[in-house]
């Protein structure tokens, strides 16, 4: 099995069209991206918003199920801020923990003009491909839940997020978007889109896990899993379960 792996976007297509520009991805079993689509780097553009949006979306529509679109935590504000939600009187108030310094109802707007309600919810809060388990930030486990065989616990994960992404209007904040100590929060870690690398990851599922989100993390490698969020200048490819790491520079 062939696997792409495209780490944080954060709204650089440039990043994106190298790796186009390199790679072939009809000659990949799967792409997986590992989220945070949105919220650039630098001062951010509503014209690279814009095309983001709608070059992720385009991407799906080429690649169907090959094509895994994993959530990051800069992307979920934006769902939680749709449109609809925001103008009605009884909208609760969503964690403000979760918005990002860019975070604004206008740019939230402009996203969901372009992602309607199936858009969103193609986002996974992982998937397991050949014995290796991809989320944004990576999956402690007190999330993970316990099953004979690794599919069976990612199916009841998926289960879980799921039902965490379908009341996020409901509840006031789910276990799984929760924000750790490390990060400046209260909870012990965090969970599947803010868990820290460095601070908070343990290598400590059946399975061994590629993650993005902690940039150009001093030790990419703990035990068996691999951080691989390089600041738009890398990606990885794995091959029959071998890692390489592709860099633009």
Same mark, same amino acid.
């Given at each position: 099995?062939?696997?792409?792996?495209?780490?944080?976007?954060?709204e650089? +297509?440039?990043?994106?069209?190298?790796?186009?520009?390199?790679?072939?991805?009809?000659?990949?079993?799967?792409?997986?991206? =590992?989220?945070?689509?949105?919220?650039?780097?630098?001062?951010?553009?509503?014209?690279?918003?814009?095309?983001?949006?709608?070059?992720?979306?385009?991407? /799906?529509?080429?690649?169907?199920?090959?094509?895994?679109?994993?959530?990051?935590?800069?992307? +979920?504000?934006?769902?939680?801020?749709?449109?609809?939600?925001?103008?009605?009187?009884?909208?609760?108030?969503?964690?403000?923990?979760?918005?990002?310094?860019c975070?604004?109802?206008?740019?939230?707007?402009?996203?969901?003009?372009?992602?309607?309600?199936?858009?969103? /919810?193609? =986002?996974?809060g992982?998937?397991? +491909?050949?014995?290796?388990?991809?989320?944004?930030?990576?999956?402690?486990?007190?999330?993970?839940?316990d099953a004979?065989?690794?599919?069976?616990?990612?199916?009841?994960?998926?289960?879980?997020?799921?039902?965490?992404?379908?009341?996020?209007?409901?509840?006031?904040?789910?276990?799984?978007?929760?924000?750790?100590k490390?990060?400046?929060d209260?909870?012990?870690?965090?969970?599947?889109?803010w868990?820290?690398?460095?601070n908070?990851?343990?290598?400590?599922?059946?399975?061994?896990?590629?993650?993005?989100?902690?940039?150009?993390?001093?030790?990419?490698l703990?035990?068996?899993?691999?951080?691989?969020?390089?600041g738009?200048?890398?990606?990885?490819v794995?091959?029959d379960?071998?890692?390489?790491?592709?860099?633009?520079?």
């Amino acid at each position: 099995m062939k696997i792409l792996v495209i780490p944080d976007i954060h709204e650089d +297509l440039d990043f994106l069209a190298k790796i186009e520009s390199r790679e072939d991805f009809d000659r990949y079993d799967h792409i997986v991206c =590992l989220g945070d689509y949105f919220d650039p780097r630098s001062a951010p553009k509503d014209e690279k918003l814009k095309a983001t949006a709608i070059k992720i979306r385009e991407l /799906k529509s080429q690649h169907g199920e090959k094509l895994h679109l994993l959530c990051g935590n800069h992307d +979920l504000p934006y769902y939680a801020l749709r449109p609809d939600c925001i103008e009605s009187p009884d909208r609760p108030n969503f964690r403000i923990g979760f918005s990002m310094a860019c975070t604004t109802i206008e740019r939230a707007k402009v996203i969901n003009e372009i992602w309607d309600e199936s858009c969103w /919810k193609q =986002l996974k809060g992982a998937v397991l +491909l050949d014995g290796i388990l991809f989320s944004h930030a990576g999956i402690h486990p007190v999330f993970w839940p316990d099953a004979p065989t690794s599919a069976e616990s990612c199916q009841l994960f998926s289960a879980h997020w799921q039902h965490a992404f379908a009341s996020i209007y409901e509840e006031e904040m789910n276990p799984l978007f929760s924000i750790g100590k490390a990060r400046k929060d209260s909870a012990p870690f965090g969970g599947p889109l803010w868990m820290d690398w460095v601070n908070e990851f343990i290598d400590g599922l059946k399975v061994p896990q590629v993650v993005g989100h902690t940039r150009w993390p001093e030790e990419p490698l703990i035990g068996r899993s691999r951080c691989i969020d390089l600041g738009q200048v890398g990606y990885g490819v794995i091959n029959d379960g071998e890692f390489t790491e592709k860099l633009l520079r």
